[in-house]
């Protein structure tokens, strides 16, 4: 719940209308991995909460740009220490705001373009990212020095020992963190039901295509820059993450959807802030109050 308020809260700070993130939050809370997480002890429970998080920071620092920078790096600090995946929506907003500031400086003479990009990104995307690099650095150096057992010996993990690992197959998983909302086990007596599957799917086709939507214009605004850094962080982040488990554990990673849930938030954003026309919304709202009522329908009969 909190993490929707604050997805609500970014919206608006961002100038969409009530409507338009309202429809966004109805999809995001009838996504089947969202509600899963939500309703299990799982150290992915608060990972829309923190995609949120940064999402309504960021929002501020670009609608209200200030002092900001302790803001970004304890939010970015703060959704790397809930878990390493936090990292990804990192990423992705500091990415975006690197592309702000170069493009607000290439006019610039090339000496002056380098200097000015720093001096726009480092107070915003720079302290966002630099929080949650220190976060993590301190997560592993921690899990190190407090470990009994080497990583690589770990008998919980033996089951994921079984088969050769291949970059192959770590860039096959990777593909399933595209649907972060929607591709990860879920309860398949509560949320797989057969109509259920069909407006998850039409879920993820959506969410896809509001984030590769800044593909396909020519004046991009700051939703389709959101999208783009949000799904490049979920490729690239997810294939650096998934190595990294097969380096320091010796294990098929085993990635799924759930990986990227924090990113979420920011790919929804990016999905009804790209939505034109009142009849667009509606068609939006149509789609999530009836995803919402299947799903209310199955666990309550």
Known sequence: MAGLLVLWAAGRVMGLTAPTIGVGVLLLTTAPVVIYHASTVSNDAPAIFTGALIALVAALAYRYPGQWTIALAAVGFFSASVKLTGLLPVFAVSAAFAIQAWGSSRSLKPRDTIKTFFRRWL???GALLFGGLVA???????????????????LAFGVLRTHPVSPMLILKEVTLLLGPITDSYVSPDTLSQDLQAFFTQLLKALVLAGGLSGLFVSARKWNHW????????????????GASLKLIYQIDPGLSGRYGLAVGPLLILALVAGASGVWVIRALWLFALASAITTFCVLVF
Not at 136 to 154: C, G, M, N, Y
């Open 226 to 241: 959101i999208g783009i850094t949000a799904l490049g962080s979920l490729v690239i982040g997810g294939a650096l993450f």
């Open 136 to 154: 993590a650095l301190l997560w592993i150096i921690t899990s190190r020095q407090l470990a009994l057992i080497d990583s690589k010996d770990l």
């Open 123 to 125: 107070p915003q995307g």
